[in-house]
Each structure stands twice: as structure tokens, then as C-alpha cells.
């Protein structure tokens, strides 16, 4: 049985089947000697009687042999349901107040006489119904077929749980994913789906990031002969169109190398170094290039590649550069567990709609002046800060209107 709402059907219809014979077992078992054992001593209770044609006085005195010793009060009725005699112990006539509690509460068991007269007992100990023992019974039936079909359905729900698990380590951006295919039915055919188009989003992933990192080797080639060219016609060409290519050739040089490094943090997952980092070094040595960056802080290292910590300095300072106004101020503070680099700048700041926008690739806002960059810089740093086991955030200030913190893990050495 492979189709899952067999399974479960087939389930359930098992349940109630043993839950019913269960049920219809212990009721036979109950009610079948009761009512046996209540027709004999119907019987019993006849012969010691008197005759139903008899005098009441004779009946009662009758009844009254029958409860002597006892702790209980009895009554005789006709077919019509006519009383004929009541008799009670002497126990619960010496006392009245015994006697009224027997009378009203204490259960009652009427025997049928084969001669149509009934009797009617009330006895004053307490003692289990037949239909509470019932109740008790069915009681414990459920409990165990819900304990025993536990397993089943747990089982089916495991599988379901990793499946989930699969597909948001796919979401996540593991696009290694798989789940394991268990069984024949829907779950493992949908397991098995999931692998196959998990494989074929890595195929399309894997051949789209080889596809732009062999373009962007490829465009190196060009790009040297140009800058070559350019050196040729030094003397010959005008200054300022010159000057116009260099920079030019300069921006493609950089958006190549940009675009190849997100290649390799997207291909190459493991660390390429991992060694001691001094931030503040580091900050101090790319805060030199630029004639008006600014920066404060205590020495803190952290573990990770210098070489890539390096890039998203840089690029947090080019961005300033670029797109804000002197000064550029860069800080760098610890606190337990994090490190914290904020640079920030005196430009108009980034709209609150934008500021997870701009870690977008090739994401460049509108805004007056010229437009440089490919939008690749702040995705990188967002790419670097992750990889390192952090992130950045673009963040609202009171003085500089908006700035950007990346936040790093302090890791053990």
C-alpha cells in the first residue's frame, strides 16, 4: 500500500474496527454474566418468598428475614408496579438520618421475579456502576490506540520535517541541498521532485556564475590591449580624451575585478585564509588613500582573510566617496561578542525605502551628479561581511542621516 492517503484511510479504519470489537468484547464480558447472574438470583429471591397471592404482612415479614443482618432496605412491587411491602435493616431503622441517606442515594439493583413482582435493593456501600467500569475501560482503549498509532503518524511527520528542512537550506542559499527518498508514496515522490529540481537550480546556478567569471577573465585580454594603446598615443592624443579613457579603462578594470571576485565568493565556499586581523590597522592603512577619511577606535582583531576584510573597507570608502560628502568618519568598537565598523559621511544620506536596496547587485540609485559605479561594491561588502560569519546593515543617524555598520563575530583564536 504506497499512496499515502491509503496508508492513513487503512489507519483509521483499523482503529475504530479494534476500538469496536474492543468495545463490544468488554461489554459481552460485563453485561452477559450480569444479566445471568441477576435472572438466578431473581429466581433465588422467589423461592424464598411467599406466594404473590399471599397477605401483605406475610410478605413484608418475608422481607424482613431477607434484610435482617444487612445494611439495606428492600421493597416489593407488583407487575403493575404497585408497592406490596418495604422492609429495612435494623441497622438503618436504629438510625434515621443513615436511613434517609440509604433511602435516597445509595445505588439501587432491581431483580426481576419469574412470577412478574420485582425487588428492589438499596444497600448503603459504595461500589462501581457497570456503565462506569464501561467508561473506564473505553477510556483506556483510546488512550492506547492513540498511543499506538503515535508511531505511525510520526513517523509520516519526520519525514515531512526534513523535507521542510531540505527546502529552506535551498532558500538559504544551499544549493547542495537534498533529502533522503524514503519509502514509495507521495512524501518520497515529492522528496525525489525536489532533489531533481534542487539539481537542476545548482546546474543553472553553477553554469550562469562559470559563465560571467569566464567572461570576465575573457575581457581582461581586450582591456590590456586597450590600456596598451592608450600608452601608445601618449604623445598624440588629446590630454583630455586621454584622460577620459583612463578612466574609463580604470571603472571596466575594477567592475571585471568585482565581478570576478563575487564569482569566487559565490563558487568557493571555504575560507581561503584564516588568520589574525588587526581592523584597525587595516582601516588605518585604506583610511590613508583618501585625503579626507577619519578614523577612531580600540585595536581589535578578529579571525578571517586580511585580504578580503581589506575589500570591504575599501569599497565602504569608496561608496562615501562617491556618493556622500567629506568628511568620511570610520569607527571601529568590540563589545562581548561583536565587532562593529560604522563609516558614515556629511552627504544627504539614503532613503529608508532604499537601504536594503542598495546591497542589491548592479541595484544604482537615482541621484544628481554623475552616476559611477556598477552597483557591485556594497553587494560585495554584504557578500564578505556573511562570509565571515557577520552582516551589514544600512542604518538611520541623528547627525549623518544614514551609515553603514557591519557587524563581526568575535571568534576564538
Known amino acids: 500500500m504506497s499512496r499515502l492517503y491509503l496508508r492513513f484511510y487503512a489507519a483509521l479504519l483499523g482503529s475504530l474496527i479494534v476500538f469496536a470489537v474492543a468495545a463490544g468484547l468488554i461489554w459481552h464480558r460485563i453485561s452477559g454474566p450480569q444479566e445471568r ?31 435482617a443482618g444487612s445494611d439495606a432496605e428492600i421493597a416489593l412491587r407488583a407487575a403493575d408496579g404497585a408497592t406490596i411491602a418495604k422492609a429495612r435493616s435494623e441497622h438503618l431503622a436504629a438510625d434515621a438520618a443513615r436511613y434517609a441517606h440509604a433511602g435516597s442515594d445509595e445505588p439501587a439493583i432491581t431483580f426481576r421475579l419469574p412470577d412478574g413482582r420485582s425487588l428492589t435493593a438499596r444497600v448503603s456501600v459504595e461500589w462501581l456502576h457497570p456503565a462506569s467500569t464501561l467508561l473506564l475501560f473505553l477510556s483506556i482503549l483510546a488512550l492506547a490506540v492513540g498511543v499506538g498509532a503515535y508511531p505511525i503518524v510520526r513517523r509520516l511527520t519526520k519525514r515531512l520535517e526534513r523535507l521542510q528542512l531540505g527546502v529552506e537550506s535551498l532558500g538559504a542559499g544551499d544549493l547542495a541541498a537534498r533529502v533522503a527518498v524514503e519509502g514509495e508514496d507521495e512524501i518520497a515522490g515529492l522528496a525525489q521532485s525536489f532533489n531533481r529540481a534542487a539539481g537542476r537550480i545548482e546546474a543553472l546556478v553553477g553554469a550562469h556564475k562559470t559563465l560571467l567569471a569566464n567572461a570576465s577573465h575573457e575581457l581582461r585580454t581586450p582591456l590590456a590591449r586597450i590600456r596598451l594603446g592608450v600608452e ?48 584597525v590597522a587595516l582601516a588605518a592603512e585604506e583610511c590613508s588613500r583618501y585625503p579626507n577619511a577619519q578614523l577612531d577606535g580600540d585595536p581589535v582583531q578578529v579571525r578571517g582573510d586580511p585580504r578580503l576584510l581589506r575589500r570591504l573597507l575599501r569599497n565602504l570608502l569608496e561608496n562615501a566617496q562617491r556618493h556622500g560628502a567629506p568628511p568620511v568618519r570610520v569607527h571601529v568598537a ?31 540609485r537615482k541621484q544628481p551628479g554623475p552616476n559611477v559605479g556598477a552597483g557591485l561594491g556594497l553587494a560585495l561588502v554584504r557578500q564578505i561581511a556573511r562570509r565571515h560569519g557577520g552582516d551589514v546593515q544600512c542604518e538611520a543617524d541623528a547627525v549623518t542621516r544614514s551609515r553603514f555598520v557591519v557587524r563581526l563575530p568575535m571568534r576564538a583564536s
Open 37 to 67: 447472574f441477576a435472572g438466578t438470583v431473581g429466581i433465588l429471591i422467589q423461592n424464598a418468598l411467599p406466594p404473590a397471592a399471599a397477605s401483605a404482612e406475610v410478605q413484608r415479614d418475608a422481607l424482613q428475614k431477607l434484610v
Open 232 to 279: 601608445l598615443l601618449k604623445d598624440s592624443a588629446d590630454p583630455k580624451r586621454r584622460a577620459g579613457l583612463e578612466q574609463d579603462i580604470a571603472e571596466l578594470d575594477q567592475l571585471i575585478d568585482e565581478v570576478l571576485l563575487a564569482s569566487r565568493l559565490d563558487t568557493v565556499t571555504e575560507p581561503e585564509a584564516d588568520e589574525e586581523v588587526d581592523l
Open 334 to 364: 568590540r563589545d562581548a561578542s561583536n565587532v562593529q565598523i560604522s563609516v558614515s559621511d556629511e552627504g544627504p544620506g539614503i532613503p529608508a525605502e532604499e537601504r536594503e536596496r542598495v546591497f542589491e547587485p548592479f541595484y544604482r
